[in-house]
């Protein structure tokens, strides 16, 4: 089961958990033990996930959902099981938790009458300064 703030809780049947040969370190048991976890969990149809966080969690991370609507995620980082499920685990704890959180809408603002005297300021500073660079030519010359 997993947890996240504010009222979300993901129930561990929605998940399917197997295991595959890592690539990873573990010398020659490499080859005869399958430690990398992949989990898999359907998104769009899961019921535990509320409307709105399941619209900003799908927009997020669109890129590694499959056709159906189903996260893949997998974990190789350690040599046992048990470490790598945890890992998967937490990777969706992650993933939810940057889901969960509303993004703040920016209000629009104008700025203020001192920045822009301040901006034309600048501006006729600088055209100065460049008009002081050019060298004066007379048409008599």
């Known amino acids: 089961m997993i947890s996240v703030p504010p009222?979300?809780?993901?129930p561990s049947d929605e998940l399917e958990i197997t295991f595959a040969r890592s690539g990873g370190p573990g010398g020659?048991?490499?080859?005869?033990?399958?430690?990398?976890?992949?989990?898999?969990?359907?998104?769009?149809?899961?019921?535990?996930?509320?409307?709105?966080?399941r619209a900003r969690f799908i927009e997020k991370y669109?890129?590694?959902l499959t056709n159906d609507g189903?996260?893949?995620?997998?974990?190789?980082?350690?040599?046992?099981?048990?470490?790598?499920?945890?890992?998967?685990?937490?990777k969706l704890r992650k993933m939810l938790v940057?889901?969960?959180?509303?993004?703040?809408?920016?209000?629009?603002?104008?700025?203020?009458?001192?920045?822009?005297v301040r901006r034309?300021?600048?501006k006729r500073v600088n055209a100065k300064k460049k008009q002081q660079r050019r060298s004066s030519f007379s048409a008599d010359e």
């Open 70 to 90: 189903e996260l893949i995620l997998t974990s190789q980082r350690f040599r046992d099981q048990a470490s790598n499920v945890e890992d998967c685990l937490e």
């Open 28 to 53: 020659q048991n490499v080859n005869k033990v399958n430690s990398k976890a992949v989990l898999r969990w359907r998104v769009e149809t899961s019921p535990s996930l509320p409307d709105e966080v």
């Open 120 to 122: 034309v300021d600048e």
């Open 98 to 116: 940057a889901a969960a959180i509303r993004p703040t809408v920016r209000t629009p603002t104008k700025p203020s009458y001192s920045s822009k």
């Open 7 to 10: 009222n979300i809780t993901i």
């Open 62 to 64: 669109q890129s590694r």
